[in-house]
């Protein structure tokens, strides 16, 4: 069974940092893309940034500039380093991945359960 966890995620001030990770486990055979999502009270799950296995990214206009996605294929884990952090980054933070694993021949798609994200201003 697949899982995708996430951890990083807390109370931080205005223009402070945090570095969020997820990890998939389970039987992955295949990641092709993970990315991070958000979902702030009262609003739409919205894209963030996202990462394919060959490392092309792709951000959110409110993120770019501030927040970094990275990956480590090898441990099958996702990251987001976001810097300069403003109040209307508060939100849940999920992670999403595409992926094939021994339970199917083909790719599906992912979440994890998500990590809060409050920033105070």
């Known amino acids: 069974q697949v899982q995708l966890v996430e951890s990083g995620g807390g109370l931080v001030q205005a223009g402070e940092s945090l570095r969020l990770s997820c990890a998939a486990s389970g039987s992955i055979l295949s990641i092709n893309v993970m990315g991070w999502y958000r979902q702030a009270p009262g609003k739409q799950r919205e894209l963030v940034a996202i990462i394919t296995n060959d490392g092309s990214t792709n951000y959110a206009a409110s993120v770019k500039g501030r927040f970094t996605i990275s990956r480590d294929n090898a441990k099958n884990t996702a990251y987001l380093e976001m810097n300069n952090l403003k109040f209307e980054d508060t939100a849940v933070y999920y992670c999403?991945?595409?992926?094939?694993?021994?339970?199917?021949?083909?790719?599906?798609?992912?979440w994890g359960r998500g990590t809060q994200v409050t920033v105070s201003s």
């Open positions: 999403n991945a595409v992926l094939r694993s021994l339970a199917s021949s083909y790719f599906r798609n992912y």
